[in-house]
Nanobody
Framework: QVQLAESGGGLVQAGGSLRLSCAASGLTFSTYTMGWFRQTPGKEREFVAG??????????YYADSVKGRFTISRVNAENLVYLQMNSLKPEDTAVYYCAAKVSAGTGSLYRDSNYPYWGQGTQVTVSS
């Protein structure tokens, strides 16, 4: 079955950096769109970044709130997707989730409801 496992979260000061990793198994990774979402208590899960399958040119998309600070990338040969987070702000504090969906015909990559597979999440805390 499909499994996604995030790692790399932690506590960092404002202005610092973290790199999240997501290891995927049980799927043909290169044909899946991969997304990163985040959630804080009492709020809905929100889109952070997504990257399309290699069959769709591995195009990256970002939420406006992280554009220019975060970078999503994938290593298809290793079934890995990364989220490099720079210039972190206290408002970036959240549980970050990795998600996967088949690239073709499954709707917008911005919507969490279009992703059937999710990791367990990793906590990122940014102190001021």
């Amino acid at each position: 079955q499909v499994q996604l496992a995030e790692s790399g979260g932690g506590l960092v000061q404002a202005g610092g950096s973290l790199r999240l990793s997501c290891a995927a198994s049980g799927l043909t990774f290169s044909t899946y769109t991969m997304g990163w979402f985040r959630q804080t208590p009492g709020k809905e899960r929100e889109f952070v970044a997504g990257i399309t399958a290699i069959t769709r040119s591995s195009v990256s998309y970002y939420a406006d709130s992280v554009k220019g600070r975060f970078t999503i990338s994938r290593v298809n040969a290793e079934n890995l997707v990364y989220l490099q987070m720079n210039s972190l702000k206290p408002e970036d504090t959240a549980v970050y989730y990795c998600a996967a969906k088949v690239s073709a015909g499954t709707g917008s990559l911005y919507r969490d409801s279009n992703y059937p597979y999710w990791g367990q999440g990793t906590q990122v805390t940014v102190s001021s």
